[in-house]
Each structure stands twice: as structure tokens, then as C-alpha cells.
Nanobody, 125 residues
Framework: QEQLVESGGGLVQAGGSLRLSCTASGRTGSSGIMAWFRQPPGKERDFVASIGLSTGSTDYADSVKGRFTISRDNAKNTVYLAMNSLKPEDTAVYYC??????????????????WGQGTQVTVSS
């Protein structure tokens, strides 16, 4: 059974940078789609970015385009989220997820069957 573990969250000032990591265990092969979602306090979980593990194809939420970069290292079974020019509104718990329902859009949380435990990102103004 696949398991995902996130790391790299923390407290940063506005304009700063962080890099999140998500390492998968129990996965066979390097196919499929991985994504990052985030959930601000009291709000719903929203799509941030996704990447095809074999194609490298990426997709981003409009709110993070040009500031965040998703990448992967298949040899390490790890997906990264580099976050630059962070804003207070980026404050949230960030989750990585593995897409299991191929017929749903990459931006839909329901498409993902495996989730990590989340890592807190706090951006101070």
C-alpha cells in the first residue's frame, strides 16, 4: 500500500521561499500523477499543482503560477514543491496526494486516493 510523507514546511516571512518534499513508499513503477493541495484554516482543500510522473507534465492553480514549481525525482520516489515569493495568503497545511481516479480532473481532490499527513506552511506579513 502506497504511503506519502511530506516535509519541509515551516514559518517564513512574506517574500521568502520554502521547498516541500513528498516521499512515497510502497509504490510500484514511475507512472501516475502526483499533486499538492493546501487547506487554509477553516477553508476547503484546494488544488495547488500536479505533475505526471512519467511525462513530467505540470498543471498549476492560477494563484501560484509563476511562483511555485512542482518537480519530481523518480529515482527517489519524491515530488517537490518549490515555493517562492510567498504571501500570507499561502498560509495553509500542504498535502501531497497520489491520483487514483483517472477519469477525474487533476484539480479535483476526489481524484486522489492516497494522501500524506500534511505539513504546515505559515507566511508572516
Amino acid at each position: 500500500q502506497e504511503q506519502l510523507v511530506e516535509s519541509g514546511g515551516g514559518l517564513v516571512q512574506a517574500g521568502g521561499s520554502l521547498r516541500l518534499s513528498c516521499t512515497a513508499s510502497g509504490r510500484t513503477g514511475s507512472s501516475g500523477i502526483m499533486a499538492w493541495f493546501r487547506q487554509p484554516p477553516g477553508k476547503e482543500r484546494d488544488f495547488v499543482a500536479s505533475i505526471g510522473l512519467s511525462t513530467g507534465s505540470t498543471d498549476y492553480a492560477d494563484s501560484v503560477k509563476g511562483r511555485f514549481t512542482i518537480s519530481r525525482d523518480n529515482a527517489k520516489n519524491t515530488v517537490y514543491l518549490a515555493m517562492n515569493s510567498l504571501k500570507p495568503e499561502d498560509t495553509a497545511v500542504y498535502y501531497c496526494a497520489s491520483k487514483t481516479l483517472t477519469y477525474l480532473s487533476v484539480q479535483m481532490a476526489r481524484a486522489y486516493g492516497t494522501w500524506g499527513q500534511g505539513t504546515q506552511v505559515t507566511v508572516s506579513s
